[in-house]
């Protein structure tokens, strides 16, 4: 049987947190908004146990604590942590991770978006 490929995705998990470089942004934290988009390889359809997959819960604790670890500058570097955090696990072999902080401008939200492969240089 051929390998198993699955996108597991966590949308818009909603973080408050330090983010950016102006003053604002230093003096508190703000909304941001977090999506993934995990590409795992089993060997085979995985069983129905959480341990045949990719833990999601483990993703989503684990932003929650690059988000309470204190202020990062850039939304770049976020996203950097994020996947470097989803890319622990083997079985995920690319992941994109969206940034947006929602509340900046009254019309538009501001965003990054960054793709990163197992294997890819950075």
């Given at each position: 049987?051929?390998?198993?490929?699955?996108?597991?995705?966590?949308?818009?998990?909603?973080?408050?947190?330090?983010?950016?470089?102006?003053?604002?942004?230093?003096?508190?934290?703000?909304?941001?908004?977090?999506?993934?988009?995990?590409?795992?390889?089993?060997?085979?359809?995985?069983?129905?146990?959480?341990?045949a997959v990719v833990d999601y819960d483990r993703v989503r604790d684990g932003i929650h604590a690059i988000a309470a670890s204190g202020h990062v500058m850039l939304q770049e570097v976020l996203c950097d942590r994020i996947a470097g955090l989803c890319l622990t696990d083997p079985r995920v072999v690319e992941v994109t991770v969206r940034s947006t902080k929602p509340d900046i401008y009254p019309d538009a939200q501001i965003g990054c978006e960054i793709t990163r492969r197992r294997g890819s240089p950075r």
């Amino acid at each position: 049987m051929a390998d198993a490929r699955y996108t597991i995705r966590l949308n818009a998990l909603e973080l408050q947190m330090g983010l950016g470089i102006h003053p604002e942004e230093l003096a508190a934290a703000q909304r941001v908004l977090v999506s993934v988009a995990m590409t795992c390889v089993y060997p085979a359809s995985p069983a129905d146990r959480i341990d045949a997959v990719v833990d999601y819960d483990r993703v989503r604790d684990g932003i929650h604590a690059i988000a309470a670890s204190g202020h990062v500058m850039l939304q770049e570097v976020l996203c950097d942590r994020i996947a470097g955090l989803c890319l622990t696990d083997p079985r995920v072999v690319e992941v994109t991770v969206r940034s947006t902080k929602p509340d900046i401008y009254p019309d538009a939200q501001i965003g990054c978006e960054i793709t990163r492969r197992r294997g890819s240089p950075r």
